[in-house]
């Protein structure tokens, strides 16, 4: 007979025998709450009766109201479910919450989609684009200045062909760089692309800013290696995690597999948001 042997409990090491590449304190960020499983399996089941009741038009209501900004419930669960295409629309919405959430000192900025289309087709005349590099938003005070891009990397998909990645003006490392879950600046299309927001950027710059103690002359265009998706459609949720998480110091630590948490935690903090003025308790009970 054999004695039962009971499964001995895990002792974390006292720090003298610690190992300097394990971190022992790290805990799993991305795991979504029972509040945030519900508010999104909610916004799921609701676009998908919509989608039911009508297939070929959106008739759902606004889920989410950021001023200006709007989302249907459609639109939403479309973006957020599983191997869903984030609307650029939604990712305006996105872009919004982050810039919510920074804190006040925060020197940082995360500027909407549009305005990387605009600099990318060399649009430089746009009003809503030049007021912000107008010298009373004093841009050249900032650390970094964030562009979504939403690039067409397939020219024969017109829409499913389309990705979207960062690209960063590090202002306080002097340099300009692209944060892309699926390339890097050995992929030609992402070097051409990137190489013509430096471009734009620069001019933009140059015009507004002429006086100022910053000089975009030494700033060369580097890649930093940033998390990888393994599919065609969590790119959006990828950059907004990116965006948010990217401070020119550590990559935001999350993996593929985290996606389907990431999009869980994403649509409860738009939706549950005190800047929402869509009454969504009542359109998701």
């Not at 300097?20 to 499983?37: G, H, L, Q, T």
């Not at 051409?192 to 910053?214: D, G, I, N, T």
């Not at 869980?264 to 005190?274: E, Y």
């Amino acid at each position: 007979m054999h004695p039962h042997q009971f499964e001995r409990r895990i002792i974390k090491p006292p720090p003298c025998k610690r190992s300097p590449f394990i971190d022992y304190n790290e805990k799993k960020v991305y795991m979504s709450k029972r509040e945030a499983n519900r508010l999104y399996a909610s916004v799921i089941l609701h676009g998908r009766i919509n989608e039911e009741e009508s297939p070929d038009v959106d008739t759902s209501v606004r889920v989410i109201e950021y001023g200006k900004y709007f989302v249907t419930v459609r639109e939403l669960a479309n973006s957020m479910k599983k191997e869903g295409f984030v609307l650029s629309h939604v990712m305006e919405v996105g872009i919004q919450n982050i810039m919510m959430n920074l804190p006040p000192d925060s020197k940082k900025l995360v500027m909407p989609v549009r305005f990387s289309v605009q600099m990318l087709n060399m649009e430089l005349n746009g009003k809503e684009l030049i007021s912000r590099f107008k010298k009373s938003n004093r841009l050249d005070r900032k650390d970094m200045i964030m562009f979504p891009v939403l690039e067409n990397i397939d020219k024969t998909k017109p829409k499913t062909g389309n990705h979207y990645w960062i690209f960063n003006v590090n202002i306080r490392d002097r340099r300009f760089e692209t944060l892309d879950s699926w390339r890097t600046l050995k992929n030609k299309s992402l070097d051409v692309c990137a190489r013509k927001m430096v471009a734009s950027f620069r001019s933009l710059w140059e015009e507004h800013y002429a006086s100022s103690r910053v000089s975009l002359d030494e700033f060369g265009l580097t890649n930093i290696d940033v998390p990888k998706q393994n599919n065609e459609f969590d790119c959006g949720v990828f950059a907004l995690t990116i965006a948010n998480g990217w401070e020119a110091r550590a990559v935001p630590k999350f993996t593929a597999e985290d996606i389907p948490s990431i999009r869980k935690q994403l649509t409860n903090t738009w939706v549950d948001n005190a800047n929402n003025n869509a009454p969504w308790k009542t359109i998701l009970k």
